[in-house]
T-cell receptor
Framework: GQSLEQPSEVTAVEGAIVQINCTYQ??????LSWYQQHDGGAPTFLSY????GLEETGRFSSFLSRSDSYGYLLLQELQMKDSASYFC???????????FGKGTRLHILP | ETGVTQTPRHLVMGMTNKKSLKCEQH?????MYWYKQSAKKPLELMFV???????ENNSVPSRFSPECPNSSHLFLHLHTLQPEDSALYLC??????????????FGPGTRLLVL
């Protein structure tokens, strides 16, 4: 079956770097997306990786290894406003549906 | 602002009530989605519309009834709900289906409580 695994919670210190991992198991694969959701807010799209390697967008980077069915979101120079939940998502190759992970709650300490 | 609006933002209803959730997107997208978000669960896809036509009904109970009068508007009609239906209901849109689905724009959601 299809599944995505990501840690339920991660804690880091303001100004530091944190990595949120996501492993996936799907029938076929197109790419891995990441979304951010603040409490009470809408999920917002952060990044999409279709090819292996690291994609950088400002303080956020996303990595994909298709051979390992693994990706991560890297957040640098953490700010308090980065406290949110982060979801990975894939499009299943069998039925073309988008599947979301359960989300990783990022806590940032001052 | 993501260009997707939802009303109401909060809703409390009894199990015998009928209510509707509304979603509007101002992005010129062709595909729209309803999701259910419950605590400690992944986002659950409920319905997908593309060019006003329903393309996906993810085994959703009939007490949830979607309506898409045009590509910009999406409704979710609710009737005889159960307390376990209490959740955040999110609307999203994307340019089209296929690869475009992997970049979705979400509304702020309707927080629903069924008593």
């Amino acid at each position: 079956g299809q599944s995505l695994e990501q840690p339920s919670e991660v804690t880091a210190v303001e100004g530091a770097i944190v990595q949120i991992n996501c492993t996936y198991q799907t029938s076929g694969f197109y790419g891995l997306s990441w979304y951010q959701q603040h409490d009470g807010g809408a999920p917002t799209f952060l990044s999409y990786n279709a090819l292996d390697g690291l994609e950088e967008t400002g303080r956020f980077s996303s990595f994909l290894s298709r051979s390992d069915s693994y990706g991560y979101l890297l957040l640098q120079e953490l700010q308090m406003k980065d406290s949110a939940s982060y979801f990975c998502a894939v499009r299943d190759g069998r039925d073309d549906k988008i599947i979301f992970g359960k989300g990783t709650r990022l806590h940032i300490l001052p | 602002e993501t260009g997707v609006t939802q009303t109401p933002r909060h809703l409390v209803m009894g199990m015998t009530n009928k209510k509707s959730l509304k979603c509007e997107q101002h992005l010129g997208h062709n595909a729209m989605y309803w999701y259910k978000q419950s605590a400690k669960k992944p986002l659950e896809l409920m319905f997908v519309y593309n060019f006003k036509e329903q393309t996906e009904n993810n085994s959703v109970p009939s007490r949830f009834s979607p309506e898409c009068p045009n590509s910009s508007h999406l409704f979710l009609h609710l009737h005889t709900l159960q307390p376990e239906d209490s959740a955040l209901y999110l609307c999203a849109s994307s340019q089209d289906l296929g690869a475009s689905q992997e970049t979705q724009y979400f509304g702020p959601g309707t927080r629903l409580l069924v008593l």
